[in-house]
C-alpha cells in the first residue's frame, strides 16, 4: 500500500528562522511526490512537484530515494507561510493522490 | 488560470437524507477525484473516475456513495442517506492525467449532518 508519513502535526517557527518539513513514503517504484498547501480556509494548492526541481515561494524539497524523503525547506520563514502543508505520492499517471496526515506551520512574528 | 469550482460551500442536512454535492472539473481534464477530510484528520481519497466509469474507490466509498457525470461539465456526489460521520469537507479534484500531471483540487464543500 502507498503511504506518505509526515511525523510532524505542528511545526512552530519565529519569522525568519529555517523551517524543514518532514516527508517520507513507502518504497514502491518510481515516486511522483507532490507538496500542496492550504492557507487558511482556501483550496489544496500545489506547491511544488519533485519532477519540476524548483522552488516556489522560496520552498524547495529534495527526492532522497535513498532515504524515501522528500521533506520541504524553506531557509527563511515568512508570517504568509502559515497554513498546512500536505505531502502526496501519485500512484501512477491519472490515478489516485495519497496525502500524508500533514503539518500545520505556524511563523510567529 | 481556469480552477474547479464546487457547489454548495456548505450545505446542512439532517441524517438520513440524500445529498448531492456538485463539481466542475477543469474542461480538458480527464481524471475526477472526490476526496473528503473530516475536521482535524487527513486528507482521505474517496473516488477516482475516468472514461466515464470509477477506476478506483476506497473502503470508505460504500454503498451509500455514488458518482455521475451527467453532462460532460459536471461531475457529482451523491450520498444516499447521510450519517452523522459523513459530517467532513469534501473535495472534488481533476487531472489531465499525464505523467506527473498534479491534481487540482476546488474550494470544497463543507458537508454537515445533524
Known amino acids: 500500500a502507498q503511504r506518505v508519513t509526515q511525523p510532524e502535526k505542528l511545526l512552530s517557527v519565529f519569522k525568519g528562522a529555517p523551517v524543514e518539513l518532514k516527508c517520507n513514503y513507502s518504497y514502491s517504484g518510481s515516486p511522483e511526490l507532490f507538496w500542496y498547501v492550504q492557507y487558511s480556509r482556501q483550496r489544496l494548492q500545489l506547491l511544488l512537484r519533485?519532477?519540476s526541481r524548483e522552488s516556489i515561494k522560496g520552498f524547495t524539497a529534495d527526492l532522497n530515494k535513498g532515504e524515501t524523503s522528500f521533506h520541504l525547506k524553506k531557509p527563511f520563514a515568512q508570517e504568509e507561510d502559515s497554513a498546512m502543508y500536505y505531502c502526496?505520492?501519485?500512484?501512477?499517471?491519472?490515478?489516485?493522490?495519497?496525502f500524508g496526515g500533514g503539518t500545520r506551520v505556524l511563523v510567529k512574528p | 488560470e481556469p480552477e474547479v469550482t464546487q457547489t454548495p460551500s456548505h450545505q446542512v442536512t439532517q441524517m438520513g437524507q440524500e445529498v448531492i454535492l456538485r463539481c466542475v472539473p477543469i474542461s480538458n481534464h480527464l481524471y475526477f477525484y472526490w476526496y473528503r477530510q473530516i475536521l482535524g484528520q487527513k486528507v482521505e481519497f474517496l473516488v477516482s473516475f475516468y472514461n466515464n466509469e470509477i477506476s478506483e474507490k476506497s473502503e470508505i466509498f460504500d454503498d451509500q456513495f455514488s458518482v455521475e457525470r451527467p453532462d460532460g461539465s459536471n461531475f457529482t456526489l451523491k450520498i444516499r442517506s447521510t450519517k452523522l460521520e459523513d459530517s467532513a469537507m469534501y473535495f472534488c479534484?481533476?487531472?489531465?492525467?499525464?505523467?506527473?500531471?498534479?491534481?487540482?483540487f476546488g474550494n470544497g464543500t463543507r458537508l454537515t449532518v445533524t
Open positions: 519533485h519532477i
Open positions: 479534484a481533476s487531472s489531465a492525467g499525464q505523467i506527473n500531471s498534479p491534481l487540482h
Open positions: 502526496a505520492r501519485l500512484k501512477a499517471a491519472g490515478n489516485k493522490l495519497t
